[in-house]
Nanobody
């Protein structure tokens, strides 16, 4: 079955960096658009960034542009989210997801990111 396993979360001070990884199995990774989402306590889940199948384009929400970078390695079936200049408002559980034909069908279990002020 399809599995998406996130790692790399943790506690960091404001201004610091973290790199999230998401290892995929059970699917043809290079056929899927991959995305990162986040959910803060008491808030709706929100889109963070996504990357096309071969990495030919990326898109991210305005609040993370210039600070977060999404990338992928299709040889390793892994997608990354490099997060720099972290802010307390970035605190959330971060999820990776896989999309086929525009629909995010598969989700990971999430990894906690906490940014202290």
């Amino acid at each position: 079955q399809v599995q998406l396993v996130e790692s790399g979360g943790g506690l960091v001070q404001a201004g610091g960096s973290l790199r999230l990884s998401c290892a995929a199995s059970g699917l043809t990774f290079s056929s899927y658009t991959m995305g990162w989402f986040r959910q803060a306590p008491g808030k709706e889940r929100e889109f963070v960034a996504e990357i096309a199948r071969s990495g030919e384009y990326t898109y991210s929400r305005d609040s993370v542009k210039g600070r977060f970078t999404i990338s992928r390695d299709n040889a390793k079936n892994t997608v990354y989210l490099q997060m720099d200049s972290l802010k307390p408002e970035d605190t959330a559980v971060y999820y990776c997801a896989a999309a086929l034909r525009g629909n995010y069908n598969y989700w990971g279990q999430g990894t906690q990111v906490t940014v202290s002020s």
